[in-house]
């Protein structure tokens, strides 16, 4: 039985109060404390998720659900995944063109990553988030949407609201191509497992690629990161851009339909 829709007016709730309570607290958590800052604050998204969940008097163990997926499952995952990242990929080389200061909130971003050491970044950045963010957004917050029939309304609607959730308008689209893609992982397999796992791989690439190349430049934690991507054009032109763009395109498209057909099969 489907649940009321109170239920989505009430999420609606809980990702707003807490938006505002991880701009001002969580903000300053991280402003003095740095990457336990974030720690703290992935703490503080779980216990949201968890008490949004028992005030919405929604089931914990459907909330929550983790399951043994089968083989085809995690296929098909993988390929949404991969299907996602080169999406993500597209849009990114779409705006270093467009929007050619964004590298700069990537050095600030690469900047707090290595600050205080790889193993916090890996705790903060990798496992708590794909833990924390996936209860709250995959968990709560999507069997909030369950009122809803339609399975592509939901997964936009969580990818905008995954979007919104990072504060960051230059890796918005980003973001939410991520959140469409791991909601619809989680609604194809009705397990939160699955986009934990992913979310967590997801974030653990990007750390060891900020420690690589961090390393390269020579910069050790606690420095200001001044770039994190050399011999890259400060402006690249649209030319130069498009043979990679139409690439990852490509491939985007062919995973997702792999990916699709995958899931199709899998559920008969």
């Known amino acids: 039985m489907k649940k009321p829709l109170h239920t989505i007016a009430f999420a609606s709730l809980s990702f707003v109060a807490g938006m505002l309570l991880l701009l001002s607290v969580g903000g300053l958590l991280q402003q003095r404390l740095g990457m336990m800052g974030m720690i703290l604050t992935q703490l503080m998204i779980l216990t949201i998720a968890l008490v949004s ?15 043994r997926s089968t083989r085809s499952e995690w296929l098909g ?32 971003i690469g900047g707090f990553i290595v600050a205080d050491g790889f193993a916090l970044a890996l705790i903060g950045v990798a496992v708590l988030p794909g833990i924390c963010e996936e209860a709250w957004h995959r968990g709560y917050l999507l069997s909030s949407l369950d009122p809803l029939r339609s399975v592509a309304v ?20 980003q973001t939410m191509i991520l959140g469409c893609a791991l909601s619809f992982m989680r609604v194809k397999t009705d397990n939160l497992l699955v986009p934990v796992v992913f979310h ?17 430049t020579g910069l050790l934690p606690g420095q200001e990161v001044t770039t994190l991507l050399e011999g890259v ?6 030319v130069s851009i498009l043979p990679f763009a139409l690439s990852t395109a490509f491939l985007s498209v062919l995973f997702g339909a792999l990916g699709r057909y995958v899931f199709r099969r899998a559920q008969g």
Request: glycine fraction near 4%; hydrophobic fraction near 55%.
């Open 200 to 216: 967590l791989l997801n974030n653990l690439v990007a750390v060891c690629v900020v420690f690589a190349a961090a390393s390269l």
């Open 154 to 173: 939901r997964v936009i609607v969580m990818g905008l609201v995954f979007g919104l959730f990072h504060f960051d308008s230059a890796r918005f689209l």
């Open 77 to 108: 995952s993988l390929l949404v995944y991969l299907c996602a990242s080169f999406a993500a990929s597209t849009v990114s080389y779409l705006l270093m063109v467009l929007l050619p200061d964004m590298e700069k909130t990537g050095e600030y």
């Open 53 to 67: 969940t028992r005030l919405s008097h929604l089931s914990f163990k459907q909330v929550f659900r983790v399951r």
């Open 233 to 238: 054009p400060e402006q690249p032109s649209l």
